[in-house]
C-alpha cells in the first residue's frame, strides 16, 4: 500500500526547497555551508584583511547585477565534483527556478582578490556569467579544477594578464602542494616588526634615561652643599656626564617612539593612493555601468 507523506514531512521538504540565504557587505570569519544555499548576494561581499572565510562544498552563490565578491583576507572554497561550490548569475535558471530572465555574460561583476589578500584556494567550482570571472591583483592564488563559463571579458587574470582558460574545461593554477602550501601562510610584515623593535627600544631608552637625570639631580645638589672646590668641582663633573647620558637616552627615545608610531601607521594605512585604475565595463538586464577597478 502507498503511504503518503504526512503534512508535517511536506512542510519542511517545502521550506528546504524554498530555503536560500541573502548576503550582502562584510562576510569575513563566516563559514557558509550547502544547508544555507543558495545564497544570493544583493550587495557586494567582501572578505576584509585578516579575515577568513570557508565556503563549503555544494554552496551556490547567484550574485544580482553591479555585485561580486572581493577578497582582502583569506578565502578557501573546497567544493567536489559531484557538488561544487557554484559562483553565478541570479538569472542562471538551473539554479535559480524563479528566474524569469535568462542568465547571460556580464550579469555580475566576478570575483576580485586584492594584492593583499592572505590567501585564496578555490576547488571543484563554477564560475559563470560574469563580468571578468576571477581577477587577481597577486600571483599567489591557487585554482584546482575551477569550471569558467560565458564570462563576459575573460575568466581568469593575474595582475591583469590574461590566462588561456577554455568555457566548460577543468583548469588549475598553482595546484602544485608546495606552492599551495606557500600561498595559505600568512606573509611576513616588515614593517610591522620594524614598528614593535622601535618602539620597545624607545621606551627601552626613555626608562634608562630616568636614573642619569636622577644622578645629575643628585650631583647638582652635592655640589650646592659642597665646602671645598675639589668637591664642588668633583660634583660638578658627575652631573656634567650623567646629563650627557640622559640627554642622549631621551633623544633616543625622542626618535624612536615617533619612528614607531609612523611605521604602524604605514603598515595599517587604509587609504594609500591606488597605483592604477582599470575601466571594466558593467552590462546586465537592469541597466549598464563601468567598474572601476583599483589596483595598489
Known amino acids: 500500500m502507498l503511504r503518503l507523506p504526512t503534512f508535517p514531512v511536506l512542510l519542511l521538504l517545502c521550506l528546504r526547497l524554498c530555503a536560500q540565504t541573502t548576503l550582502s557587505g562584510n562576510i569575513g570569519g563566516m563559514t557558509l555551508e550547502q544547508a544555507g544555499s543558495p545564497y544570493t548576494v544583493t550587495e557586494t561581499i567582501t572578505i576584509q584583511s585578516g579575515k577568513t572565510t570557508t565556503i563549503k562544498a555544494g554552496c551556490v552563490f547567484l550574485f544580482k547585477p553591479f555585485t561580486g565578491l572581493e577578497v582582502r583576507g583569506t578565502l578557501t572554497a573546497t567544493g567536489t565534483q559531484e557538488a561544487p561550490v557554484v559562483f553565478t548569475s541570479a538569472y542562471d535558471a538551473q539554479y535559480n527556478q524563479k528566474s524569469e530572465q535568462m542568465a547571460n555574460p556580464f550579469d555580475w561583476n566576478g570575483i576580485l582578490v586584492g594584492g593583499e589578500a592572505q590567501g585564496v584556494h578555490l576547488s571543484n567550482f563554477m564560475l559563470c556569467y560574469s563580468v571578468f570571472g576571477i581577477k587577481s591583483l597577486q600571483a599567489?592564488?591557487?585554482?584546482?579544477?575551477?569550471i569558467f563559463r560565458q564570462n563576459g571579458q575573460y575568466h581568469f587574470t593575474i595582475n591583469e594578464s590574461v590566462k588561456a582558460v577554455q568555457d566548460n574545461f577543468p583548469y588549475s593554477y598553482n595546484a602544485d602542494k608546495k606552492?599551495?602550501?606557500?600561498?595559505?601562510?600568512?606573509?611576513?610584515?616588515?614593517?610591522?616588526?620594524?614598528?614593535?623593535?622601535?618602539?620597545?627600544?624607545?621606551?627601552?631608552?626613555?626608562?634608562?634615561?630616568?636614573?642619569?637625570?636622577?644622578k645629575a639631580a643628585r650631583a647638582n645638589s652635592d655640589g650646592n652643599n659642597?665646602?671645598?672646590?675639589?668637591?664642588?668641582?668633583?660634583?660638578?663633573?658627575?652631573?656634567?656626564?650623567?646629563?650627557?647620558?640622559?640627554?642622549?637616552?631621551?633623544?633616543?627615545?625622542?626618535?624612536?617612539?615617533?619612528?614607531?608610531?609612523?611605521l604602524y601607521m604605514m603598515d595599517n594605512r587604509k587609504d594609500a593612493k591606488p597605483k592604477k585604475v582599470t575601466l571594466a565595463p558593467i552590462l546586465g538586464s537592469d541597466g549598464a555601468g563601468i567598474s572601476l577597478l583599483f589596483r595598489f
Request: proline letters at 5%; aromatic letters at 2%.
Open 140 to 146: 599567489g592564488i591557487v585554482i584546482e579544477n575551477g
Open 179 to 214: 606552492i599551495k602550501d606557500s600561498v595559505t601562510r600568512k606573509p611576513a610584515r616588515p614593517l610591522k616588526v620594524a614598528s614593535v623593535c622601535a618602539g620597545v627600544a624607545g621606551v627601552a631608552c626613555a626608562i634608562a634615561a630616568v636614573p642619569f637625570f636622577s
Open 226 to 262: 659642597a665646602r671645598l672646590q675639589a668637591d664642588i668641582e668633583a660634583a660638578r663633573k658627575r652631573e656634567s656626564s650623567a646629563i650627557v647620558s640622559a640627554s642622549i637616552l631621551a633623544g633616543s627615545a625622542g626618535l624612536l617612539l615617533p619612528t614607531a608610531v609612523v
